[in-house]
């Protein structure tokens, strides 16, 4: 009976307190409060919970039910202390300082407790508990003061970072793309937003940089001026935000510079001493906006920064097409290395290829241009490099015994075609032939830490 009459008071505050920050259904109504200051309609509602209870539940009910609510509060709230104790925090200075292992003990204790007294009560008290927290996270709350869940995230994730850190790298088992995309227009940014979405999504990271520059100049086949760059200022953050409703994890930057080319090869410079640094410098203009010196640039930089570049040259008229067929082109070089298993070249353009398949839900082939006589080795190479890469059985493969150009001319138009280069020789070597070509092309440029193998 106690606790009841507690109840009417400390429940209803707690409600009004729960409503204002949106935590509970019907805020509105319950976040009222009269002219005193006293929140009417939270009281009459858990006053009516309470009576209800009292006239109808037995004391055998209802006390192992509020048991499990204490027990919960007391071990959540010793399992927070035992893990600010442990991280250290700056902000975490108790006047009556307590042992680490006192805490740990308090959760571990109400834990045991819960369980003893009532083992179906408590497992249901678990999964209640879990639930509302799924729900709570699903609905994206936001308060001023901000959550101490994030904090501990924030925490814990840095902890974490630093044992990393001791520990030796394994980037291959682990790659994930993590794309630096630098922007000065918001039309490329949303007319490129479904390769870049399929290059990332899940699980990927993507980097917007955008690019202001002071002076008035054409680049990239659009003039730039005062006016445009104040619109861009207020589109590029929208449609980043576009990106993370999508679920992807997305982050923002802008530079205003005078150079388009110092403020990407600056970029990579500084992100490289990050944690988690971009992996791939994405570039989604033609090859012909750039000259052959800003070229040798971005290739330097992308190699000094330990990352890898794709570079995509979407055809106006084509686009991405259906959004089904992908091609990747693989040079006769590789047939000169017998062992699958040491450098290639082309690991990154055949992990695109995948990031493409599973979220378009399309289909891979693989295509070489060799001499007749290679023509059944080519066979024997591509299909074991389906079977160790572990590749989607529906994975094609197709020896064209012609040039390169002349296959690609003949080929299937399809709707990307992801060319893998080692370096700018190559590179301006092949654009020249693209470029008479009506397709869509990635050119991927590897950074050396792929593995598609692994």
Not at 135 to 159: C, M, N
Not at 246 to 262: K, R
Not at 373 to 395: G, Q, V
Request: charged share 25%.
């Amino acid at each position: 009976f106690s606790s009841a009459l507690t109840t009417f008071v400390a429940a209803s505050r707690l409600l009004s307190s729960m409503s204002e920050n949106s935590i509970f259904f019907f805020n509105s109504f319950f976040s009222k409060k009269s002219k005193s200051g006293e929140p009417r309609n939270a009281t009459i509602f858990t006053s009516l919970i309470i009576i209800i209870t009292l006239v109808f539940g037995s004391l055998d009910t209802v006390a192992p039910l509020l048991t499990m609510v204490f027990l919960i509060a007391y071990s959540m709230i010793n399992l927070v202390v035992f893990i600010e104790q442990s991280i250290g925090f700056v902000s975490f200075r108790p006047i009556f300082k307590i042992p680490k292992f006192v805490s740990l003990y308090g959760f571990l204790g109400s834990l045991f407790v819960m369980f003893y007294v009532n083992l179906i009560s408590g497992i249901i008290a678990v999964i209640v508990l879990f639930l509302v927290y799924l729900i709570l996270v699903r609905r994206r709350l936001k308060t001023k003061s901000g959550y101490v869940r994030s904090g501990l995230l924030l925490a814990l994730s840095e902890w974490a970072a630093k044992k990393v850190i001791s520990l030796s790298e394994s980037k291959q088992q682990i790659w994930k793309p993590n794309i630096l995309l630098p922007v000065i227009s918001s039309r490329k940014l949303l007319g490129n937003f479904s390769i870049i979405k399929s290059l990332v999504y899940p699980n990927g990271e993507l980097n917007i940089l955008g690019i202001y520059l002071k002076k008035r100049k054409k680049i990239q086949g659009m003039e730039i001026n005062k006016e445009k760059i104040k619109r861009e200022k207020k589109a590029i953050p929208n449609l980043v935000d576009k990106f993370k409703k999508e679920g992807i994890f997305t982050s923002y930057a802008s530079v205003s510079v005078e150079n388009y080319i110092n403020a990407v090869c600056t970029s990579l410079e500084a992100m490289e001493g990050q944690f988690f640094k971009p992996n791939i410098l994405f570039l989604p203009v033609s090859l012909k906006y750039f000259s052959k010196y800003e070229l040798k640039r971005l290739f330097s930089s992308a190699k000094s920064a330990d990352s890898g570049m794709i570079l995509f040259d979407k055809n106006n008229d084509i686009g991405l097409g259906s959004q089904e067929d992908i091609h990747v082109w693989l040079s006769p070089n590789i047939l000169k290395e017998d062992d699958l298993y040491k450098e290639r070249k082309y690991d990154l353009a055949m992990l695109s290829a995948y990031q493409l398949y599973r979220n378009w839900v399309g289909k891979i082939t693989l295509r070489i241009c060799v001499e007749k006589k290679n023509e059944d080795e080519a066979r024997r190479y591509l299909r074991r490099l389906i079977a160790e890469s572990r590749f989607p059985a529906s994975t094609e493969i197709e020896v064209i015994t012609d040039t390169f150009y002349q296959g690609l001319k003949e080929s299937p138009r399809g709707d990307i075609h992801i060319i893998p280069v080692e370096n700018l020789s190559e590179i301006n070597k092949i654009s020249k032939k693209t470029n008479k070509i009506n397709k869509s092309f990635l050119f991927v440029v590897d950074s050396g830490n792929e593995d598609v193998l692994a």
